[in-house]
Nanobody, 120 residues
Framework: QVQLVESGGGLGQPGGSLRLSCAAS????????MGWYRQAPGKERELVAT???????NYVDSVKGRFTISRDNARNTVYLQMNSLKPEDTAVYYC??????????????WGQGTQVTVSS
């Protein structure tokens, strides 16, 4: 089995910073793209940022210049550094990874979600 475990959510102040982490564990041969998604109340889940195994990153326009995605391939971990937080960043943040397991095809896996609330 594979697990994605997120940490680092919580309450942040407008203009402040939070850092999310997501570690993949289990029977893993390789990890391709990793990313972060978020879902605000009453809204659909949206892509926040993705990063390839080679380190190329992409961001949704609303977080460009404020959020930075990175990864540690040796630790199977992806990070999301969130700076200049805004109330509209409030959402449940989900980690996603495309993973290959032994004798299995590539598949998408999701973390359980971590709440980020931006409020003064």
């Amino acid at each position: 089995q594979v697990q994605l475990v997120e940490s680092g959510g919580g309450l942040g102040q407008p203009g402040g910073s939070l850092r999310l982490s997501c570690a993949a564990s289990g029977s893993i041969i390789s990890i391709d793209d990793m990313g972060w998604y978020r879902q605000a109340p009453g809204k659909e889940r949206e892509l926040v940022a993705t990063i390839t195994s080679g380190g190329s990153a992409n961001y949704v326009d609303s977080v460009k210049g404020r959020f930075t995605i990175s990864r540690d391939n040796a630790r199977n971990t992806v990070y999301l550094q969130m700076n200049s937080l805004k109330p509209e960043d409030t959402a449940v943040y989900y980690c996603n990874a495309k993973i290959r397991r032994p004798l299995r095809p590539w598949n998408d896996y999701w973390g359980q979600g971590t709440q980020v609330t931006v409020s003064s």
